[in-house]
């Protein structure tokens, strides 16, 4: 005989709404976009404790800086690209009633002779006030975003920011500063690199320097050498060639107390090449140390695939296989003068920075980060 379903209340599972969560008040949201060359990037956040809560975000590849190194200009093709990202970008800014923001652009602005002609189209198809800002205030950002990630054992800190059309190297003393003021030291760096006295330990910026080569300008300088081997030697002695002004350079550097912070998605992609991550996934990457001997591991590694075998590795990512090598030629690099034990890979940058300069600025951060 066939069982008969019960009737009456409880027959059949009701379902559960899951709670809705509370819209967060507009009046507490910031804003930040970064525009790069290869880029377009945006976070909008909330303040909480001495960190922010993300509360919308937008990542896309936009190639503002295709074709930039050959006429020196954005071209049309790029330009409408962009603005179409950024359109979705203000969107989201309306959606949310966001009023605090910054929206910036970095090197391909900073180079293109269009670059105010791009910046009134932006202006009248989107509405949305886009800055250019120098070098100086792009590697100020970065470090400023990687606070959270310094050792308190850390007296002598590198952070290296590698971004489609330049690359910013910022060395830091942190020495003269208590061991557990050490993160906080880095947050206040945001006001400046040689802020106004202060009661609080400083860190000391002992020189940074804003090379213009980074994936998209490095690859294009080598564009016209076949051999995949040759030409990722030539990018990496290229890149150690313009490092020449940059004081650290030619000082030996002890590996004891020396920390290099690495922000781009070329050391994350390195990162998660080493976990084996078949997908991407944040919480294993951000933070995550490496020694010299694995990243160079990584790099062989993608060597000996070629072209080809990178375009098809998941690890890799096919936005991003074309970029890898010049990215990596830059890593290996740094890592040939500067052999670590501690790099510290940092999936954050120039908007985290953004948001960070903002809500300290306005005293609504608890004490900075630790």
């Known amino acids: ?44 956040a909330q303040p909480k404790g001495s960190q922010f809560h993300v509360v919308d975000s937008f990542s896309k590849s936009v190639q503002l800086g295709q074709g930039l190194e050959a006429s020196g200009r954005l071209s049309r093709s790029s330009m409408a690209r962009t603005v179409q990202a950024l359109q979705i970008c203000r969107r989201k800014i309306e959606t949310h009633e966001v009023v605090r923001m910054r929206l910036v652009a970095t090197e391909a ?3 293109a002779q269009n670059a105010q002609e791009f910046l009134r189209v932006v202006r009248r198809e989107t509405g949305l006030p886009l800055e250019i800002i120098q070098p100086e205030e792009e590697a100020r950002l970065a470090v400023v975003s990687c606070a959270p990630l310094v050792s308190t054992r850390t007296e002598q800190l590198l952070v290296v920011d590698i971004g489609g059309g330049s690359t910013e190297l910022v ?29 609080f330990p400083a860190a000391k910026v002992v020189d940074w320097i804003s090379v213009p080569l980074g994936l998209a300008t490095l690859k294009d300088q080598f564009s016209d050498v076949d051999d995949d081997a040759a030409r990722f030697a030539l990018m990496s002695w290229f890149f150690e060639e313009n490092l020449a002004d940059f004081s650290p350079y030619k000082a030996e550097q002890a590996r004891e107390g020396f920390q290099i912070i690495g922000t781009s998605g070329t050391v994350t992609t390195v990162a998660a090449s080493h976990l084996g991550l078949k997908r991407y996934d944040r919480t294993k990457v951000d933070g995550l140390r490496m020694t010299s001997d694995q990243i160079d591991r990584v790099i062989r590694e993608y060597l000996s695939l070629g072209p080809d075998g990178r375009r098809n590795d998941p690890r890799i990512g096919r936005d991003r296989h074309t970029l890898i090598m010049s ?12 052999p670590t ?10 908007r985290e920075g953004l948001l960070y300069a903002q809500m300290s600025a306005d005293g609504v951060l608890e004490d900075g980060p630790v």
């Not at 060395?171 to 009661?199: C, K, N, Q, Y």
Request: net charge positive; with cysteine; proline share 14%.
């Open 1 to 44: 005989m066939t069982p008969r379903r019960p009737g009456g209340t409880g027959a059949f599972p009701v379902p559960v709404e899951p709670p809705i969560a509370p819209k967060p008040d507009p009046a507490q949201l910031y804003a930040a976009l970064d525009l790069g060359t290869n880029s377009c990037r945006m976070l909008i």
């Open 109 to 111: 602005c900073r180079r």
């Open 171 to 199: 060395w830091i003393d942190l020495s003269s500063v208590p061991a557990t003021e050490r993160p906080r030291a880095i947050m206040r760096l945001h006001a400046g690199f040689h802020p106004p006295e202060s009661p």
């Open 327 to 338: 990215g990596a030629a830059i890593l290996q690099a740094l890592m040939r003068i500067w």
């Open 341 to 350: 034990d501690r790099l510290s890979v940092a999936d954050r940058g120039l």
